[in-house]
């Protein structure tokens, strides 16, 4: 069973600090791509951050560049986002992706619920 589980989510200040952590387990075999994507209330999902396993790239959303730093350990397929000088529009729910070369397929966390009051 292929489960990503997301941790790390809380009210906070704007300009606070928060770091969000992502366990993959399951058919995690073959992953090559890790990363987040956020959907704020009433606004599409879209990507924050991700890495690539295959060669260690990082690759962020023009939003989040220079706050949040997305790192992880590929053996243990966890991944973190560091989400520094958090600005209330950065409130949105929070969620973890792994993606699966080998079954092709992109697998989702439940979310967590970030939060940031001005």
Known sequence: QVQLVE???GLVQAG???RLSCVF???TFGTYA???FRRA???EREFIAGIDWKD???YYAD???GRFTISGDNAKKIVYLQMNTLKPEDTAVYYCFGYSEMYSKTYWGQGTQVTVSS
Do not use: A, Q
């Open 63 to 65: 939003v989040v560049k």
């Open 56 to 58: 260690d790239n990082s």
């Open 16 to 18: 606070d600090s928060l």
């Open 41 to 43: 209330p009433e606004k």
């Open 7 to 9: 941790s790390g989510g």
């Open 25 to 27: 387990s399951g058919r």
């Open 34 to 36: 890790m990363g987040w």
